[in-house]
C-alpha cells in the first residue's frame, strides 16, 4: 500500500525562499526598469548585465545561463543589435556557434541599470546592518559555489 505524501510544504524552505526570492526580484527589477523608461525592455536589460558579467559568449550558453529558451534569447538579442547593443558573429571554434558581446553603445544602457540594481540593493537592505547584509551575500556565494562544484562533480558545465 502507498502512503500518502503530505499536501502542505513548509513554504520557508531554503528552496522555497531562494526560488521566490529570485522571482520577487526580478519581477521588481522589471518593474523599475520599465519604469525608468529605458531604451531596453526588461528582459533585454538583463540580458545585457548578463553578458557584462559573463563577457563575450556563445549564445547556446548565454540562454542556459540565463534559464531562457534559445529562440527566447534570440529574439531578444535581434532586437539589441539592431539597435546596436549588442553584436554577433560566429565562433572561430565552431562557425554554426554564434559569440556574443556588448558593444560600447550598451554601456550608457548599462550604467542606468547598474544605478537601478544598486537602488534595489539598497532599499532591500535598509533594514538590517552592513556587516550583517555582507555576512549574508559571502554565505550565499559559498552556497553558488557548493553547488556549481556539485554540477561540476556530476559531469554538467558550471552555471
Given at each position: ?73 534570440s529574439t531578444y538579442l535581434d532586437r539589441l ?23 560600447p553603445a550598451a554601456d550608457a544602457v548599462l550604467d542606468h541599470v547598474r544605478r ?44
Amino acid at each position: 500500500m502507498l502512503s500518502k505524501l503530505p499536501r502542505h510544504l513548509d513554504p520557508d524552505t531554503f528552496g522555497f525562499i531562494i526560488g521566490d526570492l529570485s522571482r520577487l526580484m526580478r519581477a521588481e527589477m522589471e518593474r523599475r526598469i520599465a519604469q525608468a523608461g529605458l531604451s531596453v525592455t526588461p528582459a533585454e536589460g538583463r540580458t545585457l548585465a548578463n553578458i557584462a558579467r559573463i563577457g563575450c559568449v556563445r549564445q547556446n550558453v548565454l540562454a542556459e545561463r540565463m534559464g531562457l529558451e534559445a529562440m527566447t534569447l534570440s529574439t531578444y538579442l535581434d532586437r539589441l543589435e539592431a539597435r546596436g547593443l549588442v553584436s554577433r558573429k560566429p565562433d572561430p571554434a565552431d562557425r554554426r556557434a554564434k559569440l556574443v558581446d556588448l558593444t560600447p553603445a550598451a554601456d550608457a544602457v548599462l550604467d542606468h541599470v547598474r544605478r537601478i540594481s544598486e537602488q534595489l540593493r539598497a532599499d532591500l537592505s535598509r533594514g538590517m546592518p552592513q556587516a550583517r547584509w555582507g555576512q549574508l551575500l559571502e554565505e550565499l556565494k559559498q552556497i553558488r559555489a557548493d553547488l556549481a562544484a556539485m554540477r561540476s562533480q556530476a559531469g554538467d558545465r558550471p552555471a
